[in-house]
Each structure stands twice: as C-alpha cells, then as structure tokens.
C-alpha cells in the first residue's frame, strides 16, 4: 500500500467511524443553560431582598457565571453561598472574587452541569438563564427543595408555573427588569 493509499484509508476510517462516537462526547458535555450575561449588580441587591435572605440561608446559584449572587449573600447578609457552573474559567473567575470580597470562607464554587446539581441544602435558589431551561430545571427543583425555600429568577419565569410575588422595577441604568419568585411548597412540578 503506497503512503497516499494509507492517509486516504487512515482518513476513510475516521469520517466513518465520527458518527460512532460523537454520541458519546455530546452526551458528556454540560448543555449550556443561557449565554453568559453578568446580573447587574442593583438586579442582584433586589432579588436577594425579594428573597429575603438573611444569615441563616444557603443561597445557590445555577449558572453562577462570576460568583456575584453568592459573594453578594456572603457579604451583605453573612449566608452561605453555593454557586454551579460549567465553565471552569467562571469558576476561577468567581474563586477569585470570592477571595477579593473576603468571604471565600461562606461561599463553594463548583464545576457541574447545573441539571445536575443536588441543591436539596438550599434555602434559596437564584437564577438568570432561560425560560426553556427554568422550565427544565422546575421538576428537579421542586423534587429537591424543601418547603419554605426560594426560587428567584431574573428576567424569566418557570412556565405555567405562578410566581408568588413579582418585582417590577428600573434599573440603575433606566432598564425595565422583572424578578420572579416562587416558595416551594412540596408539591413536584413537571
């Protein structure tokens, strides 16, 4: 077999076998949530007020981006911060913070797929990513958070799912922003 003859098999081979295994790889890979858009830092102070978060509260927040939401917690109201994203840069990135703002001591950052994330230690949960991945998160955050615990979500609802109070207000830049929350209630919404 001449040279040309291997690299155009050796070539063959690999685009017949690709479809084999990217299955494997795609199914591997965290699926993104929302694109990546920092929560402005007035939006942050209001959804942990309409939480109502204090010092005996574990804050989680999926698709923690910069760590903003938990540092915020830690700080302001001495909670306990966990914050899930995929991207290890944002990880770094919110470790880092974290140590900037002193509160690296009351705040966990970790790497995960945030469909993944066990957050049955929440008492609050925040988020700002999509409605179709609310939606998606709803049953397992129902089926994980106990009642009493907060949902509060920027921008974006759970579907059908009626919010408990909503917050409408400007922001420091003159945007329109919307909050939502929810109180789990121990009832499993599909």
């Known amino acids: 077999m001449t040279t040309q003859s291997a690299a155009v098999t050796t070539l063959l081979a690999l685009v017949l076998t690709a479809p084999l295994a990217s299955p494997t790889v795609v199914a591997q890979r965290p699926t993104s949530l929302a694109p990546y858009v920092p929560t402005p830092q007035d939006v942050v102070d209001r959804m942990l007020e309409l939480a109502g978060v204090t010092k005996d509260d574990v804050v989680y927040d999926l698709g923690c981006g910069d760590g903003r939401i938990v540092i915020t917690a830690a700080r302001r109201f001495g909670?306990?911060?966990?914050?899930?994203?995929?991207?290890?840069?944002?990880?770094?990135?919110?470790?880092?913070?974290?140590?900037?703002?002193?509160?690296?001591?009351?705040?966990?950052?970790?790497?995960?797929?945030?469909?993944?994330?066990d957050v049955s230690d929440a008492t609050v949960v925040t988020l700002y990513l999509l409605p179709s991945s609310n939606v998606k998160l709803r049953p397992i955050l129902t089926r994980q958070l106990r009642p009493g615990a907060r949902i509060v979500s920027h921008a974006f609802r759970m579907g059908d799912w009626e919010p408990d109070e909503t917050d409408r207000f400007e922001d420091e830049r003159g945007n329109s922003r919307t909050i939502y929350l929810w109180r789990a209630d121990g009832t499993v919404r599909p």
């Open 79 to 117: 909670a306990r911060g966990v914050g899930i994203d995929f991207d290890p840069e944002r990880i770094a990135e919110a470790n880092a913070n974290a140590k900037r703002a002193g509160v690296q001591d009351l705040v966990t950052f970790i790497e995960q797929d945030a469909m993944l994330a």
